[in-house]
């Protein structure tokens, strides 16, 4: 699998990206300096808990943060050399679901319910490619086979209401793969599926990989997807990253106290335990995030220190980034 | 030998399809098609299967908010579906249910202090003045603190609402607590406070559990017995152990292959399944699961299988262990 | 659909039936009698004439077998005799109905035309400078009472500018009678409806795109590309007019029955304006039949309504 990886130049590469949602006094800051490099052929797996910021993330690459509370209030977010901050809304419009795509959790509410899939499918080409209906319809269907879409001719003319969830998600990352972009965004893309059908969406996902070399960014809450599919691994806290590194070494020896806590809370049908290991607490509120590290108050091995000054990223080994005061 | 708390015996619960000029029925969806199964005082059975195979709406029918279309509910020696009126009401209070949605099972508008006092308010237990103390001893007993009884539901976290959830159930001390996927909507580590409470609290108040879920890992962690449901049939029903070490129906199998760990080591050999699971309204003739199973045989397309024990506390649907 | 449509009408049957007991027991209990009101009381010998009329009009017979001799008449479209304008109520109906029939119409253009287009506009860039002076000035309009703006479009339109008529259905002169006379008389009447229903329209499609907005599928649209003025008149829009589409079927099964007070004050010859003539006449026959056509209307108005919504709506197309 890493033969698909080439390392030269990152495809996408973001530095100190911050998405506030700011209304009246009140600041919510969703996503507050990531870092963020992904290179072509890989799967990069963001994880973390809900309201970590790993959805904002996504939708910060896309430019297409919930107006007008959302805003990209700072960073850099760089596309084959060109940073997309950059851009006119007209040249991103351009770039969305031609260069990158994006496919969404809700496969149930992701799609128009009442535009035919044919046209959900087809509008994509329309949009970037100039071709005519019947070669339009023609990769469509082809399309729609890819993804392992049965009678896709039917389903062209079909409504999303007539489809399983599985159905609709495959849907989704056909329209996505059409114009085979150079990055999918996926944000939790299996959560609402079934585990049978959520191994069909995942195998799929490496054929894609494979096939087109496309690099892949899955967002997910799920440390077994992540085992299963991450080349690269970010573990996302209160908007932070906390820990980054290669999935090997960061499954072989995780180091923040966070990634540590969250492997050990997963329960899983390989060992027996009578109490499950737990995080007490919850998640800081995004709207006042503590001056010391975020995760404190629930770090089983927190210091004096860490509530007084923010811990920052560190290289601990290469490519293994933590952000810890204990290896500082 | 335990003794038996509920027994539920050939289950069915057929949703009418209603279509055509003067709205006749024309079929049915199946959702619950002949389930049986014991559960014993202080066990916990844990029902896993796919979306749309009928747990919840098991779930409903032993709850007795939903009417079976067939089949006898035996909750300690009494039929629940003979039962009605006053003496429904008078089992009721035997047993619980806890949701999914923690944010959707809670009334809103309703203080804590009335939310969990409402059961035994409206059953004539205590007064709502008389309930304080017993609302602040259950708070106590699920992680939370007294003074939050005067607060309201979007006042706590997901977690929080599921602690609030099961001290409602808890109120009325019931022998047996339905959870449909009482923890499916939490992070992980949430996740786990409430399994460990919901844990604690079933040797502290003796009680039994049905517990709903399509997480294989939560289940093991939480079972004693493990029922694999598939389109409204039990297809596997064993003991935890013997289910996670020896499963044999090729549906456990495959829902086994598809859990996935969080360790790069443990690589499982994986079974992909082709195609969905079935519309419950037009259920495959013979076995089930036969549309998709790797193992399908000819005698498969033809005729069910009926569930029987192939060993103790290990019973499959299944023509590969007739 | 058709099958849809055949059980939806046959549905209406017992609905029908109902509404004309209804409208049977309610003029019978109505006070005043419809003999007296049509006797010149200065008539000596009031009491055998009275029970002459009676027996003429079956007034004397059991009240069931009134209603049925009622509803057969009724059934062969003939609703009796007008006792205030001396005419078979049949005749009068035919052309009320054709007047308010092009009163509706024109009404419902207009909204579609306006109300619908600056709701869609308003929701384009909502709290800004056009939603907010579009949002201030519906409810100016929609706080003052519609017959006050009746009466200054009479003002503006008809006596100031001359451009419109002001009063009646049908005018004078070559064009007299044709169809572009027709409307021409409708247009003051129409405008008046249409200003208090834009108002309502054009917040309702508001609130619908705004709500359609918001939804996954929208997010999707833009994540693949899609130029935003296409977001908006594709995906968004065709969502936001489901429960609007619904709207205008519902409003047009109501003013199909007659818009009574905008047509007395226009004395525009419709269906409502026929009724306060009948009512200010004690005229029954008159009354039971607009009344009895009005329920139709409203009726026909939700089939309408629900047909439409199955038209733009496949979730509800394949149920
Ligand atoms: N009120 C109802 N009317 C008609 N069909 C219903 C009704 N409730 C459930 N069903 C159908 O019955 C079947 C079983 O539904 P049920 O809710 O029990 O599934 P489940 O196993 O709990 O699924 P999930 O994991 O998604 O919660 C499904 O096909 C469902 O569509
Ligand atoms: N539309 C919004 N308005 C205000 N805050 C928001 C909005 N969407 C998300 N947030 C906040 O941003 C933070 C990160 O959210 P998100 O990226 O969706 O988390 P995740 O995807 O990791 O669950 C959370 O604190 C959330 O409450
Ligand atoms: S900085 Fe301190 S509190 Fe934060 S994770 Fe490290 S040890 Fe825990
Ligand atoms: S009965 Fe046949 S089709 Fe069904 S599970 Fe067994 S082998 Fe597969
Ligand atoms: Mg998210
Ligand atoms: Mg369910």
Not at chain 1, 160 to 170: E, F, I, K, N, Y
Not at chain 2, 117 to 133: D, R, W, Y
Request: net charge neutral; hydrophobic share 45%; glycine share 6%.
């Amino acid at each position: 699998m890493a033969d698909v990886v080439d390392k030269v130049e990152p495809v996408v590469s973001v530095r100190d990206l911050r998405t506030y949602f700011i209304h009246k006094a009140e600041e919510v800051r969703a996503v507050d300096g990531i870092d963020l490099d992904v290179y072509r052929g890989q799967i990069v797996c963001i994880v973390g808990e809900s309201g970590s910021g790993k959805s904002m993330t996504a939708l910060s690459l896309m430019r297409l943060v919930p107006k007008p509370r959302g805003k990209i209030v700072s960073g850099k977010i760089m596309f084959h050399g060109v940073d997309i901050m950059q851009l006119s809304e007209a040249e991103m419009t351009k770039l969305r679901g031609n260069e990158i795509s994006m496919i969404f959790q809700e496969p149930m509410t992701a799609l128009n319910p009442v535009l035919t899939i044919g046209d959900q499918i087809a509008e994509v080409l329309v949009h970037h490619r100039r071709v005519g209906k019947r070669e339009t319809t023609a990769k469509a269907v082809e399309m729609l086979q890819f993804v392992g879409v049965p009678r896709a001719e039917q389903v062209l003319r079909e409504y999303p209401h007539q489809l399983s969830g599985g159905m609709r998600q495959r849907v989704m990352i056909a329209m996505a793969m059409i114009c085979e972009p150079k990055v999918l965004i996926a944000d939790e893309p299996t959560t609402a599926l079934d585990v049978t059908i959520q191994t069909q969406v995942l195998q799929l996902m490496r054929k894609m990989r494979d096939d087109f070399g496309t690099s892949i960014i899955l967002i997910t809450h799920d440390l077994g997807v992540v085992a299963d599919m991450a080349d690269q691994v970010i573990v996302m806290y209160a908007g932070q990253v906390v820990e980054s590194a290669n999935a090997d070494a960061l499954f072989e020896e995780p180091l923040h106290p966070y990634t540590i806590a969250l492997l050990k809370s997963v329960p899983t049908i390989d060992q027996e335990t009578e109490v499950l290991y737990y995080i007490p607490g919850s998640v800081p509120d995004a709207t006042e995030f503590p001056t010391g590290c975020r995760f404190a108050d629930r770090c089983p091995l927190a210091m004096a220190s860490c509530f007084e000054t923010a811990p920052e990223v560190r290289e601990v080994r290469p490519g293994h980034l933590v952000r810890c005061h204990l290896v500082d | 030998m335990a003794e038996v708390l509920l027994e539920v015996e050939g289950l069915k619960k057929y949703f009418p399809i209603q279509s055509g000029l003067l709205r006749r029925t024309v079929g049915h969806v199946k959702a619950v098609d002949d389930v049986s199964f014991q559960l014993n005082y202080g066990e916990t059975l844990g029902i896993v299967g796919e979306s749309g195979c009928g747990k919840s709406t098991t779930g409903r029918m032993l709850m007795r908010v939903m009417e079976p279309t067939a089949g006898r509910i035996v909750f300690d020696g009494q039929d629940l579906t003979k039962l009605r009126g006053k003496q429904l009401k008078a089992v009721r209070r035997n047993f619980q249910m806890v949701f999914q949605d923690p944010y959707a099972s809670l009334n809103p508008r309703m203080s804590i202090q009335d939310i969990i006092s409402e059961p035994l308010v409206v059953n004539g237990i205590v007064t709502a003045k008389q309930s304080e103390p017993i609302v602040v001893q259950l708070l106590e007993t699920v992680g939370l603190r007294a003074r939050d009884r005067f607060r309201y539901p979007h006042e706590f976290s997901g977690g929080q609402r599921q602690r609030i959830g099961i001290a409602r159930a808890l109120s009325l001390h019931p022998k047996l607590i339905v959870a449909d996927e009482a923890v499916s909507a939490l992070d992980v580590s949430i996740q786990a406070q409430i399994l460990n409470l919901m844990v604690s609290l079933k040797s502290e108040f003796n009680l039994s559990y049905i517990f709903i879920s399509h997480n294989l890992a939560v289940v093991k962690h939480i079972s004693d017995r493990i029922a694999v449901m598939y389109l409204g049939h039990i297809v596997e029903l064993a003991t935890k152990d013997e289910f996670y070490n020896h499963p044999l129906h090729p549906y456990s199998e495959a829902l086994l292959s598809s859990v996935l760990t969080p360790s790069r080591k443990v690589r499982r050999e994986r079974i992909i399944l082709t195609g969905d699971v079935p519309n419950p309204a037009n259920p495959p003739r013979g076995c089930p699961f036969h549309t998709r199973c790797p193992k399908v045989m000819q005698e498969c397309r033809v005729t069910r299988p009926v569930l029987r024990d192939i060993r103790a506390g290990h019973s499959i649907a299944c023509h590969l262990h007739a | 659909m058709i099958a849809y449509i055949i059980r939806r009408l046959l549905g209406m049957i017992p609905m029908l039936f109902a509404i004309t007991v209804f409208v049977f027991l309610m003029m019978h209990l109505a006070p005043g009698n419809a003999i007296e009101a049509m006797i010149n009381p200065r008539i000596k010998d009031i009491a055998a004439l009275k029970q002459q009329l009676e027996i003429q009009n079956g007034l004397n017979l059991p009240l069931p077998l009134q209603y049925w001799h009622w509803l057969i008449n009724v059934l062969h479209g003939n609703f009796g005799w007008s006792f205030g304008q001396h005419e078979e109520v049949t005749q009068l109906l035919g052309p009320a109905m054709y007047n308010t029939l092009i009163l509706a119409v024109l009404s419902e253009i207009l909204i579609l035309l306006i109300g619908i287009p600056v709701g869609i506009l308003q929701a384009r860039s909502p709290y800004g400078k056009f939603d907010y002076t579009v949002s201030t000035a519906s409810f100016v309009l929609f706080s003052v009472p519609y017959y006050v703006f009746a009466i200054f479009l009479i003002y503006l339109f008809a006596i100031h500018w001359h451009v419109f008529p002001a009063q009646n259905s049908v005018g004078t002169g070559p064009l007299a009678g044709t169809f572009v006379d027709h409307i021409w008389h409708a247009m003051l009447p129409a405008i008046s409806i249409a200003l208090t229903n834009n108002t309502v329209y054009s917040r309702y499609t508001r609130g619908s795109m705004l709500d359609v907005a918001r939804q996954d599928y929208v997010r999707t649209a833009r994540a693949k590309g899609i130029p935003e003025r296409v977001v908006y008149s594709k995906h968004v829009f065709r969502n936001a007019r489901i429960p609007i589409v619904t709207q205008l079927g519902f409003d047009l099964g109501g003013l199909l029955g007659g818009a009574v007070i905008i047509e007395g004050l226009f004395s525009y010859q419709g269906m409502g304006y026929l009724t306060i003539t009948a009512v200010s006449q004690r005229d029954y026959p008159v009354i039971m039949a607009t009344t009895l056509i009005f329920a139709v209307c409203v009726l026909l108005g939700n089939l309408v309504a629900d047909i439409l919504t199955a038209v733009v709506d496949p979730r509800v197309r394949y149920n």
